[in-house]
């Protein structure tokens, strides 16, 4: 399947027979003119991408050296909305270590409130519902705030609030490595006690945790799951009164990482009424039943000197001390999973539809922090999915659903 804007020129691609028939691939000729007719209706909505500052170096971003999501890419792909995600990644748990977590996490807020003060530019934050549909009834880029990784607040339960008060309205609360609130899926190696941390410390959600979870259904904040361990995942689901996202998180039947999600929390999120988010991820999308591919992933993390026992193909590279090992590793693991396309994007999708129905999935694609696959690499390519999707039988409907309207939904009803 062809899956480049170049690639796209032809006015009729090949693609699956019907709707009846989605998870069925068979070639049928497929309007392209159609295609942008629902991309250009639809709420085209990115659940989440990490927030880059603008002059500061970043492995990142695009090869113009700018954010894959930066407004002339989300203008030209009709990308309508994104959740711009303030995040910072593992570190110590110390009161210095909280201080400059925090002061990352101001860094980045002032980024994005500095991108959105223009009156003239079409860019604008919103903080509902009614403020995004607004925004797109308006042709307006809009942003909201996003949050990952509650190490930012160190033990400061009130700290939500004031996150919340600047315009967050997505807390996700661990990324890599465990911290007060929450376990992650992926730990981390602890330079303090020289040994990676256990595969769990509080067993999910710590009491400071639960607080949390309560305190977001209180103020109105949608609650993502993403990076969350699936115990932690549960714990919040049984907690929580409003429906939750997993905001950038594919399926771990077809992908077995810890990074992903099992069929347990698919359907708990669905039974929830939320919405899981697929990432244009190479490294959340590798069939893991290629067992030739497994062995040589494993193999290269051997020979890298990461032994651990769950499994995630690229984590921990930057425990690697010496820069040649790293390189190796790197370029042997990414050589190995090949460029990724929209193709097993879209394979994940059909198996969230396909198990739990069409109204808990959409999109979030972890651009700036390593996603972006062929095809689909950043903002201004967003359209390829919509052909793809179209293309395996998808209704404007149901599109519409996937871009953006499950995730309007959920807004809606936390608030």
Not at 163 to 171: D, H, T
Not at 284 to 305: E, G, I, P, T, W
Request: hydrophobic share 40%.
């Amino acid at each position: 399947m062809l899956h480049t804007h170049k690639k796209l020129t032809s006015f009729f691609l090949l693609i699956a027979l019907s709707a009846c028939d989605r998870f069925e691939q068979h070639p049928e000729p497929v309007d392209l003119q159609l295609a942008k007719e629902i991309h250009e209706k639809a709420l085209v909505l990115d659940a989440h991408a990490d927030i880059e500052i603008p002059g500061k170096e970043s492995t990142y971003v695009g090869k113009d050296g700018l954010s894959k999501v930066e407004p002339d890419k989300m203008r030209a792909g009709h990308l309508d909305a994104v959740v711009m995600a303030i995040a910072v990644g593992p570190g110590p748990r110390t009161e210095e270590g909280y201080r400059l977590a925090r002061k990352k996490a101001d860094e980045e807020l002032a980024a994005i409130i500095d991108l959105t003060s223009n009156p003239d530019d079409d860019v604008v934050l919103v903080r509902s519902a009614d403020e995004l549909i607004k925004a797109h009834a308006a042709n307006q880029r809009a942003l909201l705030l996003g949050f990952q990784n509650a190490r930012i607040l160190g033990t400061d339960l009130s700290a939500i609030d004031e996150f919340f008060e600047a315009g967050v309205r997505v807390f996700a609360l661990t990324h890599m490595g465990h911290n007060d609130f929450a376990d992650s899926s992926r730990p981390v190696f602890n330079a303090a006690a020289g040994k990676h941390e256990a595969n769990e410390e509080h067993g999910g959600l710590s009491a400071l945790g639960k607080q949390a979870i309560t305190r977001l259904n209180t103020l109105g904040a949608v609650i993502d799951v993403s990076q969350l361990s699936k115990a932690a995942t549960m714990n919040v689901l049984a907690l929580s009164t409003a429906p939750v996202i997993a905001s950038h998180s594919n399926v771990r039947a077809l992908s077995d990482v810890s990074r992903n999600l099992s069929d347990e929390e698919i359907d708990k999120i669905a039974e929830n009424g939320g919405v899981i988010h697929v990432a244009p991820f190479r490294g959340y999308l590798f069939d893991s039943n290629d067992k030739q591919l497994d062995r040589d992933l494993r193999k290269a993390r051997v020979a890298a000197n990461i032994r651990e026992d769950y499994f995630y193909p690229f984590d921990l590279y930057w425990e690697i001390q010496d820069p040649e090992v790293k390189q190796i590793f790197l370029t042997t693991v990414s050589d190995l999973l090949g460029p990724g396309s929209v193709d097993m994007l879209l394979d994940h999708i059909d198996y969230i539809v396909k198990r739990v129905g069409i109204d808990h999935v959409g999109i979030g694609t972890d651009f700036n922090h390593g996603s972006g696959i062929e095809g689909y690499n950043d903002a201004s390519e967003a359209l390829n999915v919509t052909v793809g999707l179209l293309a395996r039988g998808y209704t404007a409907v149901e599109i519409e659903k996937i871009w953006g309207g499950n995730f309007l939904r959920v807004l809606k009803a936390v608030e």
